[in-house]
């Protein structure tokens, strides 16, 4: 309608070409198409005895209780890292963040090898923690998350920088005109500004925990009540219980749903 409002989906005037509807719609479908596959293989009927083992609820209460304590660490850590990436600047800068960023592209895998050469018995670091402290990583609860945290926090250090970048500074400033120390301005400014961001972050992390297997299996291997997390339980599962490892996946798969879900538009606009 001339003059009016451009309706959503067609911003921009015109048609929109077959040419990126087609390759568009086969990546759709590339996409829904093993989540279909595995709502069709479902043993719905026995999905309640399925669900019913001790096993199960073991490796899910593992897997909550390590990835919300990974998640915890990642804020603890990670949150002070993003305003250093953001708001100062020292050199090398660009380094680190590649640094920061770096096991979001790293095989889970080798990050556990690495991991296990950083803190294990004989690593570089957990051969003093041994000695010193007789604290032990490896193939502990412990271990698992450190491994999580390892994998998920660069998510929340981009999340919340990128936050820290879109924000105005200016009111940090006035902040420390009134007197206020610069922790003070991070605390009582920064932070409220940057909490929908934060919250954005750490809810990817908690996702991301949730689902690590390359580095858990490999640092903290798979112990029953330990170390055996979901993600885990579902790969041993398939190769004896196909069922079981597709009930299993079903779980994650709520829990994946559960965590978009709460990731409003007021959150995810903040990435």
């Known amino acids: 309608m001339p003059g009016g409002r451009p309706r959503a989906g067609v911003r921009g005037g015109g048609r929109v070409p077959v040419a990126l509807v087609l390759p568009a719609l086969v990546g759709l479908a ?49 949150v002070p890292l993003a305003w250093l990436l953001a708001r100062t600047a020292f050199p090398g800068r660009r380094l680190v963040r590649a640094l920061v960023t770096l096991p979001l592209v790293l095989p889970p895998v080798v990050g556990g090898v690495a991991l296990l050469l950083a803190l294990g018995r004989n690593g570089v670091v957990g051969r003093w923690l041994d000695s010193a402290f007789g604290v032990t990583l490896p193939f502990t609860t412990a271990g698992v998350v450190v491994a999580e945290t390892f994998v998920a926090m660069p998510f929340l250090v981009i999340t919340v920088e990128g936050t820290l970048r879109a924000a105005d500074a200016r009111y940090e400033e006035a902040a420390a005109t009134l007197g206020a120390s610069r922790l003070t301005a991070f605390r009582r400014v920064t932070l409220p500004m940057i909490a929908p961001g934060v919250a954005a972050g750490a809810v990817l992390a908690w996702a991301r925990a949730l689902g690590e297997f390359g580095a858990t299996i490999t640092f903290a291997g798979s112990f029953p009540g330990r170390t055996q997390t979901m993600p885990l339980a579902v790969y041993l599962a398939l190769q004896d219980d196909p069922a079981a490892a597709i009930a299993l996946s079903l779980v994650l798969l709520a829990v994946s749903l559960a965590v978009l879900a709460g990731l409003r538009e007021r959150w995810t606009g903040a990435l």
């Open 30 to 78: 590339f996409l829904l198409l093993p989540l279909v596959a595995l709502l069709i293989r479902a043993p719905w009927r026995s999905l309640p005895d399925q669900l019913a083992g001790a096993a199960v609820w073991q490796a899910l209460r593992l897997s909550l209780q390590t990835a919300t304590l990974a998640t915890a660490a990642s804020l603890v850590f990670g």
